[in-house]
């Protein structure tokens, strides 16, 4: 929005650096008309008088003035003045025919910029206009923006309490002081290899917040109700709803190792049951904070989130 505004108001400042040319050659072109046509007057002023002055000596016609020659010589000196009057007549009429003209010429083309002047000043108010409804737009937008970020917020503050009541409820349940004998882990979503989103700090896809993302998300096409296993055997210690990890499934492999599968669409576990490694345990879904339906998976060593992909899961 801030780029669309940004591009209209550099539109209206050509527009308008564009009209103010255009007053100036109107301007211009207004007082070259107005010179012009005085110049007009004064040439046709000239033809007239001339035209005048012939009528008021009297009508003397070519061929007296030729006939009443006093020589030969005086014959031709005349019939030379009067070719050269006649001349400079035509010449002069020409030249007012032609100035008349160019007077027409102007005068269309200042129409034309006059035309253009108005649709140009036409195009910039309907841009302000534009604009000023944009920047509404973009105040009603920000408002709403912040309303939710403090939603999000919220929610964020919700999710950390949540995590840390996790984290205590793993503690709690977990047998630390057996050892971790399950070796290397199964990979949790048979048939489904790709990790879309790794282990680590991103960009959070629905909170729009760098946060840790604790696990790894793990999903492909078709993925959504196959089958989640135990990515060693264990026994589970929660089966439920745990807010953002939608329906949860954590399981406890003893020597404070656990492993936790969210955003199940159904789980087929209970909380106490022992599963062995591979066994089905939960349906992929998208349920919590998912934007499509995947696995998100963890690794706790005591509670504290560890990349799955460092030294426990192999593909
Ligand atoms: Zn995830």
């Not at 002023?45 to 030729?66: M, N, P």
């Not at 034309?112 to 534009?130: R, T």
């Not at 055997?233 to 089966?239: E, K, L, S």
Request: charged share 30%; proline share 2%.
């Amino acid at each position: 929005m801030d780029k669309q505004i940004s591009t209209t108001e550099s539109t209206i400042d050509n527009l308008e650096n564009e009209i103010e040319d255009l007053e100036q050659d109107i301007s211009v072109a207004e007082d070259n008309i107005e010179y012009a046509e005085k110049q007009y007057e004064v040439k046709d002023d000239v033809r007239k008088k001339r035209v005048a002055t012939y009528y008021e000596s009297g009508t003397i016609s070519y061929w007296e003035i030729l006939l009443t020659s006093e020589s030969m010589s005086d014959f031709l000196y005349r019939k030379q003045i009067l070719s050269d009057v006649m001349e400079y007549d035509k010449q002069l009429l020409e030249e007012l025919k032609e100035d008349r003209e160019a007077i027409e010429t102007q005068k269309e083309e200042l129409e034309e910029n006059k035309v253009l002047c108005e649709n140009k000043k036409i195009e910039a108010e309907q841009k302000k206009l534009a604009l000023n409804e944009t920047k509404v737009v973009r105040t009603e937008y920000l408002a709403e923006l912040n309303a939710s970020e403090d939603v999000l917020s919220d929610s964020i503050d919700k999710l950390q309490k949540q995590a840390d009541a996790l984290v205590a409820q793993i503690n709690a349940a977990s047998g630390k002081n057996t050892k971790y004998t399950g070796g290397t882990m199964t990979w949790p979503l048979p048939g489904y290899y790709s990790v879309t989103s790794p282990f680590g700090n991103r960009l959070h896809p629905v909170l729009k917040v760098y946060k840790m993302h604790t696990g790894i998300d793990i999903a492909g096409s078709g993925c959504n109700g196959k089958n989640v296993v135990a990515a060693a055997a264990g026994t589970v210690i929660t089966a439920g709803w745990i807010s953002g990890y939608g329906n949860t499934v954590v399981i406890d492999h003893g020597g404070g190792i656990t492993t936790l599968y969210g955003h199940s669409q159904r789980l087929l576990v209970k909380k106490g049951q022992k599963v062995e490694k591979g066994e089905a345990i939960m349906l992929v879904g998208m349920t919590g904070y998912a934007t499509g339906p995947h696995l998100h998976f963890e690794v706790r060593e005591n509670g504290k989130y560890v990349n799955p992909l460092d030294g426990y899961l192999k593909k």
